[in-house]
């Protein structure tokens, strides 16, 4: 029986690597899959996890259509095996919607990679729908730590390295921001909740310099940009 497996996580959760993972193991076994990805960090058409990997991969958009797709490769005699979709938060709930058909009327595995919820704490569209629909889903553990050593659950937004809770839901951005984030620059990065609460990033947090009106408010500080 073919399924829709929904791995999931924050940021750093090592979600890519486990999907280059499970593709070297099954291509190992002469299974061909297909995968697919949208924004991801190392540019158009490739999948790469922190730690280096990198992958081909098939960029999607608003527009694309993951169940037509695959019904056009197979009716031109192509064979897929199975199913990889990174960066799934960011597919539309019909997409997602088309990747249960993928499952149910071609047969073929799915495994879908995304991140949960977004910088302010709220599921993705594509998120919400895989787990509404997938067969299993699965909240990987590998251990992401907020700058203070807890686990983190979290992801933030940061601009100049300071942590904003409004904006677009997607901004692409850099994941290694921080610190020495230019000025203005996008970055992401993960913290508990209870510093996501804060909005205390390593940046605001950092070397003594809490300044006394963000640290032990019960509600949101206001930011000066
Ligand atoms: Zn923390």
Same mark, same amino acid.
């Given at each position: ?6 791995f999931s996580g924050t940021m750093d959760c090592g979600k890519s690597t486990l ?30 996890s922190r ?23 197979? %009716?031109? !005699? &192509? =064979?897929?095996?199975?199913?990889? @979709? ?10 997602? +919607? ?15 990679f995304g991140i949960t ?21 699965e909240v990987l553990q590998v251990e992401a730590l ?5 686990r983190a659950t979290?992801n933030?937004? %940061?601009? !100049? &390295? =300071?942590?904003?809770?409004?904006? @677009? ?10 610190? +020495? ?9 993960v ?35």
């Amino acid at each position: 029986m073919a399924e829709l497996a929904f791995f999931s996580g924050t940021m750093d959760c090592g979600k890519s690597t486990l999907a280059l993972q499970i593709q070297h193991n099954r291509s190992a076994r002469g299974l061909l899959g297909m995968i697919f990805t949208r924004n991801d960090r190392a540019g158009v058409g490739r999948i790469s996890s922190r730690l280096g990997l990198i992958a081909e991969a098939t960029e999607t958009d608003e527009g694309f259509d993951f169940h037509a797709h695959l019904v056009r490769h197979l %009716t031109a !005699g &192509g =064979r897929v095996d199975y199913v990889i @979709a990174d960066e799934a938060q960011f597919l539309s709930p019909r997409q997602v +919607d088309q990747l249960a058909r993928v499952v149910d009327d071609l047969g073929i595995d799915v495994f879908a990679f995304g991140i949960t919820t977004d910088f302010r704490t709220k599921l993705f569209p594509g998120s919400q729908r895989l787990i509404e629909l997938a067969d299993r889903v699965e909240v990987l553990q590998v251990e992401a730590l907020c700058w203070c050593g807890a686990r983190a659950t979290h992801n933030a937004r %940061t601009v !100049g &390295g =300071r942590m904003v809770v409004e904006g @677009a839901q997607v901004v692409i951005g850099d994941v290694s921001g921080g610190p +020495d984030s230019p000025r203005g620059e996008v970055g992401y990065e993960v913290l508990c909740r209870r510093h996501h609460r804060r909005r205390l990033t390593a940046a605001t947090a950092g070397a003594g310099q809490l300044s006394p009106d963000v640290l032990p408010t019960e509600g949101v500080p206001r930011q000066h940009s």
